[in-house]
């Protein structure tokens, strides 16, 4: 008896119409960007929850992701791109900007969208694989005799985690002549094969290394993307205090270039009296010519930053920016924000938490995985093949079947290792690549290592040059103030006051100047040991952003995060205020 009824052969052809109907109809290109996104974003939600215990519900959608390309204008982009208002930002506002519109961050986030994609490929090798096929022709003979025909194959394949593949295939050949003897041909086939490896290329441990190696990377990939989320705010935070350290070195130049302005109209007056010399005066123009210039320079300087630090961002360059100054006043006014840690110490929490150390240590353990793979494509190839087939009555009913017709068979073939050149020479590759692996390890160990000893370094040199140039602050201001009494007194040149007022807005400029050093070295150096999450609000300040407590070792808790987290010539020049739009 036949699988299917002899009387009912248009069931065939209604559901092969049924499919086809469907999949023209509904596999619309939005379609399949839908489901490579809910299987890419499955991918990343998974491997990030078992790395971290949490999703962080990735995206690289952004604001043109929903409209078709044809839609979107290269004037759209101009428009865009002149966009102009003003806007005030405070540091957080820039951060959250600059995750919004960076170029950079959104090319990370593809990066790490793409790493996934090629693991999607990868898994759909070991699911089911289905094909379905049909091809349509018409012939002329060169006797005049015409015929058509179709063929059409539906099958289904899978790879095996064993090393083998399992397949399986339904054929339909229809034929018909229309010219001379018409006739026409039927016929249908099942068929179904097994092919398993039982040394060579045999076992999960090899038929899965590809898969294997491909998850991996996606974890490598996502500690990555998770490491550059923290440096890129720490980067956003220190282009935003540089920012605000030019803004602070262009009031001392405006002080500086008033005060030498003030001291050439006394000096005239003096002059008029009698009291002072033409050299005097001379020198007095050009101390005011040359702060002059300078108070230029450090604006022009200030713009080009302004500008760069915008481009950071992915701002237009015609949003003029109005920064919050309270940020770096609030820093100053606290001081340092000490780090009291032992070098050895920080090493040991690098190794707990600095992911890209991680990823060093996790491609080391993937190299010597590489050595077993190699060293197996030497053995002797046994492999054991089995298929079976069934097709129907001949010569024209398809859906018949005889299951006494089955035709099956079985083997083993074997490769003896008698030319494994290419195969000898790739395993010695292997070897030469883990040695290599070895090497680069020990380097990634020993340069971690010296970036915390450096960065320790660097933090106590800080610390003892802020309380020098404290120090020399005051010293400067008091020398300031000496030499105008002195000069008064005439006991002094007004080439004293100059060197002191020189000396002032130096001392002035290299104390801002150490602060934000300093900040940028202690953020550093938590990034390179790993304990540092910039998702805290004040995180380059406040304690509580760094996720370790550092006298006892242990991981702070989420409660602890959530506690702890709460006119003439002058008219020419702009002052200060005026730039900054206050």
């Known amino acids: 008896m036949g699988l299917l009824s002899r009387n009912k052969p248009n069931r065939w052809i209604f559901l092969a119409a049924t499919v086809c109907c469907s999949v023209l109809v509904a596999c619309k290109s939005s379609y399949y960007k839908k489901k490579t996104d809910k299987d890419v974003y499955s991918i990343i939600e998974q491997i990030e929850t078992d790395l971290f215990g949490e999703s962080s519900e990735f995206s690289v959608d952004t604001r043109y992701s929903e409209r078709l390309p044809e839609d979107i204008s290269s004037q759209e982009i101009i428009d865009d791109r002149n966009f102009k208002e003003e806007k005030y930002i405070d540091i957080n506002t820039s951060i959250d900007l600059a995750i919004q519109s960076s170029r950079e961050y959104q090319n990370q986030k593809e990066s790490l969208y793409l790493t996934a994609l090629s693991l999607s490929e990868t898994e759909f090798v070991f699911s089911p694989n289905f094909l379905a096929r049909s091809t349509a022709s018409g012939d002329r003979g060169s006797n005049g005799e015409r015929s058509g025909g179709v063929n059409s194959r539906l099958s289904v394949n899978q790879a095996l985690r064993t090393g083998g593949n399992i397949g399986a295939s339904f054929a339909n050949d229809l034929l018909k002549f229309y010219t001379g003897n018409p006739r026409r041909s039927a016929v249908s ?117 302004l500008d760069r630090f915008k481009i950071n961002l992915g701002l237009p360059l015609g949003i003029d920016l109005d920064l919050d100054d309270s940020a770096l006043e609030s820093l100053s006014q606290e001081g340092l924000p000490l780090l009291d840690i032992d070098a050895e110490y920080a090493f040991e929490l690098a190794l707990e938490y600095s992911w890209p150390l991680m990823n060093d240590i996790d491609r080391f353990e993937d190299s010597k995985r590489k050595v077993y793979v190699a060293a197996n494509r030497l053995k002797t190839g046994i492999d054991f093949f089995a298929d079976a087939s069934l097709s129907s009555d001949r010569p024209t009913d398809y859906t018949s079947f005889d299951p006494d017709d089955i035709r099956a068979g079985m083997g083993v073939e074997f490769d003896l290792p008698i030319n494994r050149f290419r195969e000898r020479n790739q395993y010695r590759s292997t070897i030469i690549s883990f040695e290599a692996a070895l090497r680069r390890l020990s380097l990634a160990l020993d340069n971690k290592r010296n970036q915390i000893r450096l960065g320790l370094r660097n933090l106590k040199q800080f610390e003892q040059n802020y309380q020098i140039q404290k ?14 009494l002195n000069y008064q007194a005439g006991r002094a040149t007004i080439r004293d006051i100059q060197d002191a007022q020189d000396d002032l807005v130096a001392a002035r400029n290299s104390l801002i100047t150490l602060v934000v050093d300093y900040l940028e070295s202690r953020m550093s150096l938590l990034l390179d040991i790993g304990i540092l999450r910039t998702n805290r609000n004040a995180f380059w300040i406040d304690e509580s952003a760094v996720i370790v407590d550092l006298k006892t070792g242990q991981r702070k808790s989420e409660e602890s995060f959530n506690e702890a987290a709460e006119e003439g010539d002058d008219l020419a020049l702009p002052t200060p205020e005026e730039l900054f739009n206050k």
């Open 189 to 305: 086939t099942i068929s179904v094969n097994l092919f398993q490896p039982l040394l060579r290329d045999a076992g999960s441990r090899v038929a899965t290394e590809n898969l294997k190696q491909a998850e991996r990377n996606v974890a490598y990939a996502i500690r990555d993307f998770s490491h550059f989320q923290n440096e890129f705010s720490v980067n956003t935070v220190l282009d935003y205090f540089r920012l605000l350290q030019n803004k602070d070195i262009i009031r001392n130049r405006y002080l500086d270039y008033q005060s030498r302005t003030n001291q050439t109209v006394r000096l005239n007056r003096r002059l008029d009296a009698g009291l002072e010399t033409s050299v005097g005066i001379g020198q007095a123009q050009q101390a005011e010519l040359s702060t002059r210039n300078s108070y230029i320079n450090v604006i022009a300087n200030y713009q080009t930053t």
């Open 471 to 484: 120090l020399a602050v005051q010293l400067a201001d008091e020398r300031v103030k000496g030499a105008d």
